[in-house]
């Protein structure tokens, strides 16, 4: 079990693209991973799945994550966490999903919440630090108080620290944590590990070859030779 800090992860994301991975492909397989863990779960097929957004890449993660989910046939509601989507890949993100997803702001949300069979915490990253936004923590309050759901975290608790598993306020606590390229310090040390009930690790998303059927996309235990862009972790 290999775990980088949040700079070798953009190093390595770095080698992904240079090796001819777009961003868009890395957000698409990202967002597949977290749908398919769904999937994997559960037949999603008229359940409520509510996911929280932030307006950066692991929010644009999170609208991939809506589409997919929609299309297999979940009632999704995506929650803008900090508004409208701010990076350019993110916007794409939102762009493509399309109708027949529901799209609120946080401070509507409560009812959804209370109500939904499955949450996906999609609103801080990697490079989070720092304390949660105050206006968040009612919210996320209400998550972990909806024990029938399955709660998800896109890559990373929102909350917890990347490099030092610091958690200086509220952070969504995850039955299943979808993480991309490698483990992250914060699901070994504490206090944000315990905000990580499993954590599992998925290379997908540097993974650069032909599409793959969604269902594909489950594998995240993926026993292959990664070329070049994994060959780099051994320069790290």
């Keep these: 079990m290999r775990v980088l800090t949040a700079a070798e992860i953009r190093g390595l994301e770095s080698c992904a693209v240079e090796s001819g991975v777009s961003m868009e492909t890395l957000m698409e397989n990202a967002g597949a991973a977290v749908a398919a863990a769904v999937t994997e779960k559960m037949d999603v097929t008229g359940k409520k799945t509510v996911i929280l957004c932030g307006k950066g890449n692991n929010g644009g993660d999170g609208f991939v994550a809506a589409r997919l989910l929609a299309a297999e046939g979940a009632k999704v509601t995506v929650v803008l966490m900090q508004g409208a989507p701010a990076s350019?890949?993110?916007?794409?993100?939102?762009?493509?999903?399309?109708?027949?997803?529901?799209?609120?702001?946080?401070?509507?949300?409560?009812?959804?919440?209370?109500?939904?069979?499955?949450?996906?915490?999609?609103?801080?990253?990697?490079?989070?630090?720092?304390?949660?936004?105050?206006?968040?923590?009612?919210?996320?309050?209400?998550?972990?108080?909806?024990?029938?759901?399955?709660?998800?975290?896109?890559?990373?608790?929102?909350?917890?620290?990347?490099?030092?598993?610091?958690?200086?306020?509220?952070?969504?606590?995850?039955?299943?944590?979808?993480?991309?390229?490698?483990?992250?310090?914060?699901?070994?040390?504490?206090?944000?590990?315990?905000?990580?009930?499993?954590?599992?690790?998925?290379?997908?998303?540097?993974?650069?070859?032909?599409?793959?059927?969604?269902?594909?996309?489950?594998?995240l235990v993926f026993h292959e030779s990664l070329g070049k862009v994994l060959g780099a972790l051994e320069n790290l």
Aim: proline fraction near 5%; hydrophobic fraction near 45%.
């Design 88 to 219: 350019d890949l993110a916007k794409q993100a939102y762009d493509k999903m399309g109708r027949g997803i529901e799209i609120i702001m946080y401070r509507t949300a409560g009812g959804a919440v209370d109500a939904a069979d499955v949450i996906i915490d999609a609103v801080f990253g990697f490079s989070f630090h720092g304390r949660l936004p105050s206006v968040m923590e009612p919210l996320f309050a209400r998550a972990a108080e909806n024990k029938k759901a399955f709660h998800i975290s896109v890559d990373i608790p929102s909350g917890a620290v990347c490099d030092t598993g610091a958690v200086e306020g509220a952070c969504f606590k995850a039955d299943l944590t979808v993480t991309f390229t490698a483990m992250k310090p914060a699901g070994v040390v504490y206090p944000a590990a315990g905000f990580l009930r499993y954590y599992r690790e998925n290379r997908l998303v540097l993974i650069n070859r032909d599409p793959t059927p969604f269902d594909d996309r489950a594998d």
